[in-house]
T-cell receptor, first 113, second 115 residues
């Protein structure tokens, strides 16, 4: 059974700081890994999708990496802004299913002006 | 494209009542997924449907919960005889084909409160 863990559970940083969010998973037989952003009371916004054959993806100030062998992914946010404040979720598509996502509990990020 | 539409946004039900949650997928999407987010918990998969078919309901509680995705109209998640433990945010997602590679998009959720 796939288990996804995200650390830290919460992170508070000053504006402008670079930061790293961590995601670990127990079963390396994955199809894809997706990072989402969730704002309070809102739905999930897709950030970066990494396919199992890929090592990283980049979009603007965001960079996500994937190391299947160690069961780890990181989300790097450069030059953080107050608007980046949200909960960041890591989700794994795998375990014999190419549609069912297993989520971590998320990292609550607060960027202080 | 209006995205995945869920309604209502907030729903309050008394214990023992029925809750009906609706999800209209993105235009052209025929695959629908429901997830539940309990307080302080991660999102958990409930059910995967295609038009008129339940493909995987392995995450659905065995009793009181049902889901459908008819040929016409939105997907419906129905919870009968609600209890306080059903209070949660229920999210729907849709995709063009099966899986994350096909535009898997989430709605804003329905927040169910059972009093």
């Amino acid at each position: 059974k796939q288990e996804v863990t995200q650390i830290p559970a919460a992170l508070s940083v000053p504006e402008g700081e670079n930061l790293v969010l961590n995601c670990s998973f127990t079963d390396s037989a994955i199809y894809n890994l997706q990072w989402f952003r969730q704002d309070p009371g809102k739905g999930l916004t897709s950030l970066l999708l990494i396919q199992s054959s890929q090592r990283e993806q980049t979009s603007g100030r965001l960079n996500a990496s994937l190391d299947k062998s160690s069961g780890r992914s990181t989300l790097y946010i450069a030059a953080s802004q107050p608007g980046d404040s949200a909960t960041y979720l890591c989700a794994i598509e795998g375990g014999g299913s190419n549609y069912k996502l297993t989520f971590g509990k998320g990292t609550l990020l607060t960027v202080n002006p | 494209n209006a995205g995945v539409m869920q309604n209502p946004r907030h729903l309050v039900r008394r214990r023992g009542q029925e809750a009906r949650l609706r999800c209209s997928p993105m235009k052209g999407h025929s695959h629908v997924y429901w997830y539940r987010q309990l307080p302080e918990e991660g999102l958990k998969f409930m059910v995967y449907l295609q038009k008129e078919n339940i493909i995987d309901e392995s995450g659905m509680p065995k009793e009181r919960f049902s889901a459908e995705f008819p040929k016409e109209g939105p997907s419906i998640l129905r919870i009968q005889q609600v209890v306080r433990g059903d209070s949660a945010a229920y999210f729907c997602a849709s995709s063009l084909n099966r899986g994350l590679n096909y535009g898997y998009t989430f709605g804003s959720g329905t927040r169910l409160t059972v009093v």
